[in-house]
């Protein structure tokens, strides 16, 4: 089984669907079973309407080509009959008759048409939400695997069209197919071997297609991470935000030099490609062609030493028109679906994706409140990839109910990565975390993440409105506006928002109507009463006041010590003015504890913390 490596993630298992039995007729119906999951769970009534068209519109090819002989034939035996007066009836009844279906047919093609249009939107909208729950249920070892990004870059921009490109070639294949049956029937009445000769006219072209739609989709393989690229230079170009910065450091030709050098790479190699398509496929559309003018002479030659009429001439002539056009539907609609299976396979994957880390949903079922025993790790070892450094070493220590502590240390040290193994992004490969004397693998996530509130060093700023931007901190009491703002007020935003033309329903973004656009300073104040707003039993601040001046940071963060005081804080921080206030403060130092201890036994041991809380004291001094 083939493995992808994670930029920070460890070694993630690809589900091969060519594996456990899924080979060949048994892969493509699985992957067609699956595709019909999709739509049935999407839109069951409107599938099931395509088809019915489909199969209707074939089966009347057959009454539409034998009438028009009956005319003809009719026609042609009264010419010149005196009593031609008598077979009028018949030929206008003939002639309505054909009206009749060709009404019905175009009548059927225009509803076709627009229950078509309205599922590709339907599914569409439905594939939008089934891979984002899907994205939202993976591990983040795979999230952040820069292969799995190239894929599912890919996979994002191809899934919803070529999804509903395996299922309307079907309904197509379906109308190919009786339109075949119906012309053969009609053909094999003149002559049977003018079927199989048709067939066999069409068969190089057809393995031509098949060739090069297996070229055009290695090639996107190749190039799916420049095409994740391009799509990146292409959003910053079109970012307002980002021209700011643009105009000073004058990069945007630079950017769109870049993106115009990708752009032409990609349509070289297309251009190849397809080059090489119409070469190979010149000499294959000659042979139909020359095919079309002999049974043309020998139809004609049928007629003149009457060995068939000309009804019978026309019919066939149609019928072979019929035949050809339904057997170029067949080939195209099996070469449509061919070239959209093979991207719908990485679709199938993608759907297909276990967590690593199980959701043991069935455990903790009931989450616990208060932390008697806190927070410990017992000789917890990890590292990203399976053979890459060690970011943490046998790193053990413990956190005593409603204590606060402060983890400091340089760029790289370890700290955000203990973080994640708190939250249970990944596991340790070695050690055990505990939260209230219970391993955390025991519980399930989806309760270990109720007892934590987190603000990521990293965190996201929400457009939407003030109130709405702190309230997804407990998304179950969003309309709990007296707690939002009290929330607002411990983190010293409360009067910025107040000040806005709609106060809390006011949209942070200027995109919207009397929007605005928050400091930096102010969206971590935002983040931070979201922070709060949550209430959790474990609260971690990852540089919560890095965009604060220093005054307001002291007043924020005395504020969140009296706030949390019965609940654990972890505080990372690079701003010794901060970290000295915790009781508890640990210094980390190449995934190891090297120093722990209150700010004022650190500074006597005059160890890694004196050395950098005096080096960032004489950077305030000069």
């Not at 002999?294 to 009429?309: F, N, P, R, S, W």
């Not at 339904?326 to 967590?355: M, R």
């Not at 009491?477 to 000040?499: G, P, Q, V, Y």
């Amino acid at each position: 089984m083939r493995k992808l490596i994670g930029s920070e993630g460890g070694v993630v298992e690809k589900i091969n669907l060519e594996n456990r039995s899924h080979k060949g007729v048994n892969k493509l119906i699985f992957i067609i079973k699956s595709v019909f999951n999709l739509f049935w769970k999407a839109k069951p009534k409107l599938l099931i309407t395509i088809f019915a068209i489909e199969t209707l519109l074939g089966l009347l090819i057959y009454p539409s080509l034998y009438l028009e002989k009956l005319i003809l034939d009719k026609i042609v035996s009264n010419i010149g009959n005196q009593f031609w007066q008598a077979s009028l009836g018949i030929i206008i009844t003939l002639f309505l008759l054909k009206a009749f279906i060709e009404l019905v047919t175009l009548f059927l093609n225009r509803i076709s048409g627009l229950i078509n249009s309205r599922t590709s939107r339907e599914f569409s909208n439905h594939m939008e939400i089934v891979m984002a729950e899907k994205l939202n249920s993976l591990d983040m070892n795979l999230l952040e695997d820069s292969k799995f990004r190239d894929k599912f870059a890919k996979i994002e921009k191809e899934s919803g069209r070529r999804t509903w490109g395996i299922v309307a070639p079907l309904s197509t294949f379906i109308n190919s197919i009786f339109s075949l049956a119906s012309s053969i029937l009609l053909i094999i009445s003149v002559k049977p071997i003018l079927c199989l000769i048709i067939i066999l006219c069409s068969i190089p072209g057809f393995f031509i297609d098949i060739k090069y739609i297996r070229k055009e989709y290695q090639l996107s393989e190749q190039f799916s991470g420049k095409l994740r690229m391009s799509g990146l230079l292409y959003g910053y170009l079109y970012k307002i935000r980002s021209l700011l910065e643009f105009k000073i450091l004058n990069i945007s030709q630079f950017f769109i030099k870049k993106l115009k050098s990708i752009q032409h790479e990609l349509i070289v190699k297309d251009s190849e490609v397809e080059y090489h398509r119409i070469k190979d496929g010149f000499v294959t559309n000659i042979i139909p062609g020359l095919f079309d003018l002999l049974i043309g002479i020998y139809l004609a030659i049928q007629a003149i030493t009457v060995k068939i009429t000309i009804g019978s001439m026309e019919m066939t002539i149609r019928a072979i028109s019929t035949f050809r056009t339904s057997i170029d539907g067949l080939s195209y609609s099996t070469l449509e679906f061919y070239e959209n299976y093979l991207y719908v396979c990485d679709l199938v994957w993608f759907l297909n994706l276990k967590p690593k880390v199980p959701s043991d949903e069935n455990r903790d079922s009931v989450p616990r409140q208060g932390m008697p025993d806190g927070i410990e790790f017992k000789n917890v070892w990890f590292r990203y990839k399976e053979n890459g450094p060690w970011i943490l070493k046998n790193m053990s220590f413990k956190i005593e109910a409603k204590q606060n502590i402060a983890l400091v240390g340089e760029n790289g040290s370890g700290k955000s990565t203990m973080i994640k193994l708190l939250c249970r992004f990944y596991d340790p490969q070695k050690g055990e975390i505990l939260i209230d004397g219970q391993p955390i693998n025991s519980l399930s996530r989806k309760n270990l993440w109720k007892r934590i509130s987190v603000l990521f060093q990293d965190f996201e700023t929400y457009p939407f409105s003030a109130k709405e931007t702190i309230g997804y901190g407990d998304i179950d009491r969003l309309d709990d506006l007296e707690s939002i703002k009290k929330a607002a007020h411990l983190s010293s935003i409360d009067k910025f928002i107040e000040d806005l033309p709609k106060q809390y329903s006011n949209p942070l973004s200027a995109e919207f109507d009397k929007g605005v656009d928050p400091s930096g300073g102010q969206w971590q104040r935002l983040a931070l009463a979201r922070t709060l707003f949550r209430n959790a039993e474990i609260v971690i601040l990852d540089e919560p006041t890095s965009n604060v001046d220093p005054k307001a940071e002291e007043e924020i963060f005395e504020t969140i010590i009296k706030k949390v005081k019965n609940q654990v804080l972890i505080l990372i921080s690079h701003r010794f003015s901060t970290v000295r206030r915790a009781e508890r403060i640990l210094v980390i130092n190449r995934g190891a504890i090297v120093e722990q201890g209150t700010h004022q036994e650190l500074m006597k041991k005059n160890g890694d913390y004196a050395r950098l809380f005096k080096l960032q004291a004489k950077g305030y001094q000069s």
